[in-house]
C-alpha cells in the first residue's frame, strides 16, 4: 500500500460497528461513508461479510468496519458470519456498538456485553433510530445500557436519516490514535463492483421475501462484459455493461416463491435490482437472472467456499 497523504502528522482508526442484527449498523455505515456500499433490509442477518468503508476527515482517515449482526448460529454460514465479527474486533482500534433505540435490552444484547467487556479497545454505545424514540424513552434506554460496560461515550444517533452524526465525528476524529492511514486517499472501500453488484440483487430479494426465502438465498455474478469487449452482446445497451447472476435457493419450492406466478417476482427483483446497479456503476446496464437450486449450500463448506463466505 502507498504512502498516504497525511501520513506523518495523520491518525487513524478502524472502526468496527457490531450489534445485534437489524440495529442499521449497514444503514450507518451507508450514511457516513456517504455511499450506499451495504444492502439495508428489514430482514435481519441482511450483511454476510465485513464491508469496509473508508472516510477522510482533515488529519483522521476512519476506516468502518460494518459486520453481521450477531445471533445463535444455526448453519455452517452463521459461523462463518459470526467469524467476521471475531475477526472485525480484533483488528478494531474503536469499538461502536450499534442498539436499537426502539427494541429491548434482552439475552442477546447481554450475551454481547459480556463479550464487549472482555475487549482491549474503548466500546461507544451507539443507540441509532432516534427518529422512533421519544426523549424520555432515549432516556431510559440509556439508564438501562450504562451500567452493562464502562462505555468511553454514549451517542444517540439516526442513521437512516442523519441525525445527530456531528457529536459522533467529533468523538471519532478525537480519540483516533496517531499513525499513518491505512488507505490511499481516494478510496472509500475495500468492494468491488462485483460484489456490490451482488449484494444489491440480494437485497433486493430481501425486501420483496419473507421468512426462510431471503436467509437461504445467495447471488454470484457469473458474466459481467463491458461494452467494447469481444463477449459484449450485440444488443447489449451502447457503453454499458451486461451482467448475468445467478440466485442460489436451497430448494425447489423457494424457487417457486421468487418466480412468482408467471414470473412477476423474480421480474420485479430483476428491475429495480437493475436500477440500482445502473446508479452504482453509473452508466446503463443490463441484468439477467438465473434461479438455481443448491439443495441446503448453507451447510455444505464446500459452497460456502465457492461462495467465499
Ligand atoms: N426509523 C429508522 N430506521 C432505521 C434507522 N437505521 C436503520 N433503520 C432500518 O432498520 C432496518 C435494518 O437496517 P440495517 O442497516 O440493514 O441493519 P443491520 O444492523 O445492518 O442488520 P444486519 O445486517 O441484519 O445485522 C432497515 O429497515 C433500516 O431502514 C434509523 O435511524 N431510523
Ligand atoms: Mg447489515
Avoid at 488529519?59 to 468502518?64: G, M, N
Avoid at 456503476?281 to 459452497?303: A, C, F, G, M, T
Wanted: hydrophobic share 40%; aromatic share 4%; net charge negative.
Amino acid at each position: 500500500m502507498a504512502e498516504a497523504r497525511g501520513a506523518q502528522a495523520g491518525r487513524y482508526a478502524t472502526v468496527a460497528l457490531v450489534g445485534l442484527p437489524n440495529s442499521g449498523k449497514s444503514t450507518l455505515l451507508n450514511t457516513l461513508v456517504g455511499e450506499k456500499l451495504a444492502a439495508v433490509s428489514q430482514t435481519p442477518q441482511t450483511t454476510r461479510g465485513r464491508i469496509t468503508g473508508v472516510v477522510n476527515r482533515g488529519p483522521v482517515q476512519l476506516a468502518f468496519l460494518d459486520t453481521p449482526g450477531v445471533h445463535q448460529a444455526r448453519h455452517a454460514l452463521n459461523q462463518r458470519m459470526l467469524h467476521h465479527v471475531d475477526i472485525a474486533l480484533a483488528e478494531a482500534d474503536l469499538i461502536l456498538w450499534v442498539v436499537d433505540a426502539d427494541g429491548f435490552l434482552g439475552p442477546g444484547e447481554r450475551d454481547l456485553a459480556k463479550r464487549l467487556k472482555e475487549a482491549r479497545q474503548p466500546v461507544y454505545l451507539i443507540l441509532n433510530k432516534l427518529d422512533l424514540v421519544s426523549k424520555g424513552r432515549l432516556l431510559e434506554k440509556i439508564a438501562a445500557y450504562k451500567d452493562l460496560l464502562a462505555f468511553r461515550e454514549i451517542v444517540p444517533v439516526g442513521a437512516k436519516l442523519a441525525q445527530n452524526l456531528d457529536p459522533l465525528w467529533s468523538i471519532l476524529e478525537r480519540d483516533a490514535p496517531e499513525g499513518p492511514w491505512a488507505f490511499e486517499d481516494d478510496t472509500f472501500t475495500d468492494q468491488t463492483e462485483r460484489s456490490m453488484a451482488a449484494e444489491f440483487i440480494r437485497e433486493k430479494i430481501l425486501r420483496k421475501t419473507r421468512e426462510e426465502v431471503p436467509h437461504g438465498v445467495a447471488v454470484v455474478i457469473r458474466a459481467w462484459t463491458e461494452a467494447g469487449e469481444e463477449a459484449y452482446p450485440e444488443d447489449g445497451p451502447e457503453g454499458g455493461t451486461c451482467i448475468e447472476a445467478e440466485v442460489l435457493v436451497e430448494r425447489a419450492g423457494h424457487r417457486k416463491i421468487l418466480l412468482g406466478s408467471q414470473g412477476a417476482m423474480i421480474s420485479d427483483i430483476r428491475t429495480s435490482a437493475q436500477r440500482e446497479l445502473r446508479k452504482l456503476l453509473q452508466r446503463p446496464v443490463r441484468l439477467e437472472l438465473r434461479i438455481k437450486v443448491e439443495e441446503d449450500w448453507r451447510d455444505r463448506p464446500d459452497q460456502l467456499d465457492k461462495l467465499e463466505l
